[in-house]
């Protein structure tokens, strides 16, 4: 429970954003659910918080009358920054010191102590308040910072545990960092392309262009996308699969009472036969433990299923996927793209996912290059299935065609194993009595 901080009367209790779990140093104010004035009680909602999980509801520690609201929907608000004051008329009691404190994720109970973070402030907070820490940052990005004139508090680090990097710095775009605005009576240049650019030369927003705050989720995701390209030499191969056999079992399954009132998908059929291949490949089911340079192998499967939503991107995963039938695959894959489309998903739903699934054949696409999920050793990526003409038995026919790609993490997976693991994937949607067993 963060602590609150009372002022010289005693009755004024602030409440600072807590720690929100899983390594997150910040979130963005989504929205107030309270206003100047009124009347809290505990654990009522009072705002909205996004995160890279997901949109967390936070609930008053204290009662009282709100006096002052200190962060505005939009604004980025690094964890145990001050969010509102409440004025509580009852007598405010020391928090105890001699007891240890412990992170508590809102709404999702309390989490082991996670290591120190890199705090990251936003521009219109380091513009009206002086840092009292450093950004974490490698001693030669901190030399090249400072030659560059770059706040490395503006610098998103791809590096251990956060911190800055010399390539970091160097990709760096310093127009991120607050400008002084051009003062009354300056001269702007028209420019020659109809654009409009302050004092500085800019280009500032105008009726032709549109432009969206990067925040929460799309933050997050560009960030960890940007760390994978990075981070993990990548490799890719493809396969054109005859699915013609597993359309006709999912139309047949779909006429059983097994399945009466589900939404049988070739989604849930693809994710059946690639946990069928896992268990024979589970060397395609592993993550890279830099610290300790091992490669750690998982003998469970936590399922990621993208999903596109109105937030951007999201992964929820299905715990202990292997375990699960067709059909309460079929269940569970429908319930975690509703949630993440409704942005309920938890951030349990979100974190310790083991190898992702990402359908791009829902958007008309034939096949595409994923990359691959920092933490995870591959993606599978399943292109839109689509009658073709194909060889059948050695005569030309009409058939239901789909590719599927793999990228996976070249450390962990090479070439043999991200091919054979593929063909293996496609054995099954090829021949899905084979399956029968597993369904």
Known sequence: MPEPAADDDGHVL????????????????????????????????????????????????FSGVVVE????????????????????DLEVSAPPTAEPRTNVLVGYGPEAESTSRRTKATPSMAASTPSTHRAAATPAARKLAKELGIDLWFVAGSGPEGAVTVDD????VPVT??????????????????????GDGLIEPTAREERTPIAGIRKRTAAAMQASSRTIPQASTFVTVDCTAS????????????????????????????????????????????QNQEIVTKHYVNLGIAVASDRGLMVPN??????????????EIGWAADT??????TPNDLRGGTFTLTNVGVFGVDSGVPLVNPGEAAILCLGSIRKRPWVFRDELAVRWVTTLGLSFDHRMVDGELGARFL?????????????????
Not at 324 to 331: A, G, K, P
Not at 423 to 439: K, Q
Request: aromatic share 4%; glycine share 6%; charged share 20%.
């Open 14 to 61: 602030e409440f600072r954003l807590p720690d929100l779990g899983e390594g997150l140093a910040d979130g963005d104010l989504v929205s107030w659910a309270v206003a100047v004035g009124d009347t809290v009680e505990l654990n009522q909602t009072i705002a909205e918080v996004e995160t890279a999980k997901a949109v967390v509801a936070l609930p008053s520690p």
């Open 69 to 88: 609201l200190l962060a505005q929907p939009g604004d980025t608000v690094p964890v145990g920054a001050p969010l509102i004051r409440v004025r509580n």
């Open 169 to 172: 710095v160097r990709s760096a």
């Open 177 to 198: 960092q607050p400008r002084t605005p051009a003062r009354l009576g300056d001269v702007v240049p028209a420019p020659s392309n109809g654009h409009v650019t302050d």
């Open 247 to 290: 359309m006709e079992l999912l139309d047949h399954l779909r006429t059983t009472k097994s399945f009466e009132g589900l939404t049988l998908t070739p989604l849930a059929l693809v994710a059946k036969a690639t946990l069928a291949a896992i268990a024979e490949y589970p060397g395609i089911n592993t993550a890279w433990d830099e």
């Open 318 to 331: 299905l715990k202990e996927a292997q375990s699960l039938s067709l059909r309460e695959l079929c269940r």
């Open 340 to 345: 993440a489309r409704s942005g309920n998903a």
């Open 423 to 439: 063909a293996t994937t496609a054995g099954f949607l090829e021949d899905p009595l084979t399956l029968l067993s597993r369904i």
